[in-house]
């Protein structure tokens, strides 16, 4: 008997399932994947969209997977995500046929441990002490008493961020022995608990940490605001080809509406 | 003449006499003193382990964790409780459960009740042992490479360009339950085989079919066994981070697909405990030490709670193991 | 629909046709796993074909740095015809070969002590104790030991034990984090023991008591019954042990992704004691680390290449464990 009831729930199971495609969901899913950066200026913005008296209530879901802008070009190419989310301007080997949106700017700043407190680094500072010539503190930063090795911390391979790094500080071949990090939140931690570690975030990322001005400038929103430092890479949302309905809606709030402004303005350098 | 304590039969005090510990040479002294050290050093290293933890899973944990979902912030203070990490811990473990136990079931009685063509039988035996050696991560990505056909779409979701996702609780679950599936085995198959053949034989003797014996006959009997099994099972899926990480999407919250009532949060994607403390640690892309102490610790009671639980029905029947 | 019926029916009465269903039923049921495993082994194997195929034996060998190899072909252009496909994954088959191997060896000399403990010399009341002890080390999750790993044990070494002067001494080759060689293999071993124990203190308890009763009444101490009479018994049993627990390590990638030190760096010996300290990562730790990068398409496939190596070698252990296991039936060792 029990067996018989077990065959009937099972079967019902089965059936549900089979029939989920024939009832057409209401609501499309959009993938997003890609930069590590630009994630969560994207969680930040989608609570919003999505509130009810919002351009997005009910029209959409939206799922966010990460993995570093590289992934997000390349799962938008290949038809893997409905769209994708990059911190690097386009490359040249980048695939074809597909639609950047510019949303927002972002800086990026030098980090070095709070009992390491570097003020100023300079142009050739920088190139020396990512690129491996220069392996200690000390020759590092002429006339500084701070000694001890030199502790890179920088971004993977797929990372925009490590590509707008390399594009804006001019580092074209990061040192082979660097520890490459899968985030800006660990980029973060690892400077903030050795002592001898330089590393580069999203401007959002910096608190905690001493932050070294670069080429005298201090690396701060108004002065990325007003072009006056140097690094500043943008953040884009990719589509293949021109967006779909939902996708263009969501991409189309963020570029235009005063309540997506504001929550870019919080962490992050609006494009008007 | 002492005898070790070890052999039952009547306890016969060990005497000091010509076996006396300070009698033995030195090197056999220093083995005994290695044993010694050996076992209450791999204690004093669970004690430091489940100490550890315990320390700091109560130093960070918060009441309010368990029933906050997680939030995606900047800092730790504004990023949550993770809620949705248990919910999906549970779901998963069910899933994983529930698929794994008719095939190991089924297969341990096939084995042990019939077994023909015995090649067969001894193919099926290795390959249990074959998923039982397996990597997880490697079970992991063959998920993935496996559910993001177009077959397997009402087993996740299809993003809006039509691409096969294949990262839900139900993929997830699939590949959790070839975890589960050889500890489940083993289990029945130990129980089955500790049944004397008298009582099948006393079955058929009294006209029972073989079909009936095993459905009304053994498989009861063998409940301890099964659950014992499922116990250990649960355990080990409860504890598995690599499928999660790749197949469960890794979403902050819970995110239902589709329409159907509780299908379409199976068909979802989530996050579990252990890919909570992953991606929280250092080596995910999270940066919440505290969040994963805490998640950590309350892992940790989970996985405790079932395994002694395990071992109180392990008590109850005859075998003792280590 | 309990009628009494003789096995030897073809099939005439509703009662014999239920019995052949059943058994057909359950065999299919049960030959879906050897189905599933046949077919994750094709698979696989096919989807990292390309990386073998355009690498050849030098796979295995080293060509260059390894981290930079697997970024240019993650960076490679789109156009299927200049797919980057060069890799030589020695550093990573080196360090899964000495994170395994090391943890093997000294996990088989602390599991035949800790066996000989708990079935020999441990007292009643402490053997209460280590028993469950040792059973709750094997239920622990590996990200939890990663968690104290990289939290606790990585820390601790990079800052207490490894002095500035060792870091610099390596500085531009390697960074020397803590993440490394040493903490990877203790975290490994005490994650290995608990198998080990139980099935080399299941084979101890199985020796004739003949045999150790007679070498006692020779004059033997309890050390030298166990040693001479019990561990020599049960060789075949710690053989066993040794082979699964391998198969175990290999396995690992989660707890070895998160304290290994993620650099696909091949520790040097030469280096004298800075050697425990190099980064390492083993074969299954570098799909963790990448198993984002999967979706394009060259990475994808070194990265199926290396879980199909994975695979192979997990196949090989498993079946000979379980072959190794075998002579113990003869005892009446239940594993």
Redesign the interface.
Known sequence: MR?NHLTIAAASCVA??????A?A??K????ISGS?SVA?LT??LLPKYLAKGQAGYNK??F??????S??GV??V??????MGEASRDPKA????GLVWNKIARDAICLITNSDNPVSNLTAAQVTAIFT?ST??WSSALGGSTK??????VVR???SGTQDAFAKLFGVSTV??????K??N??I???VK??P?AIGYVSE??T?GTNVAKYKGVSCTLINAKSNAYPAVRNFWYIT?GAP?T??ARFINWVKTSPAAKTIIAS?WVPLS | MSTTARNPGPQIVHKRGRDSVSNWRLIDRLALYACWAVGIGLCTVAAALIGYMCFRGIQYMDLSLLVTNPAVGASQADSGGFLSPIIGTFLLTLIGTVIALPFAVGAAIWIVEYGRPSWLARAVESAIEVVAGTPSIVLAIFGLLLFSGSIFEPLSFAADNGAVVGKSFLTAGAMMSLIAVPLIFTSTREALMQIPAQVREASYALGKTKWATIRRVLIPSVRPGIFTGTALGMGRIAGDTAIVVVLLGATLTLEPQGDIPLIKTLRGSGSTLTSYVYNNSPAGEGNAPQKAYAAAFVLLILILILNFGIDKLARRSKKESV | MERSVKDAGGGQSPAAKMEKRAEYSLGALSSLTLVLIAAMVIYVLSKGWPSFAHNGLSWFGSSGNVDQQLSEIFNSPANPKYYVYKIGTWPLLYATLLTTGLAVLIGIVVATLAAVFIVEFAPESVKRIVSPVIRMLAAVPSVIYGLIGILVLVPFVGNEIVSGGRKQSVAGVVQLSGASLIVAVVILTIMICPIMIAIVADALRAVPRGWTEGATALGANRWRVMWTVSVRAARPAIIAAAVIAAARAIGEGIMLAMVSGSVGFAPNPLDGLTFWFEPLRPYAATIVDNAEGLSVKPFGQTMYAIASVLLITALALSLGGAAAKRPLRKYGVRL
């Open positions: 067996r549900a399932m089979a029939l989920t495609p009832i969901s209401a499309p899913t959009i993938t590590t969560p969680g930040k959409a879901k799922v966010i997977y990460q993995g570093g590289d992934i390349a799962d190419a290949a038809s893997r995500s409905v080997t980048d695939p074809g491996g392996t200690n000694t001890g090795p030199i502790s890179l993977t391979a797929a040192a082979a022995s660097a520890a490459q899968a985030s939140g660990l973060q931690q690892s608990s050795d001898n959002a990322f608190s293949k779909t939902e996708a962490g």
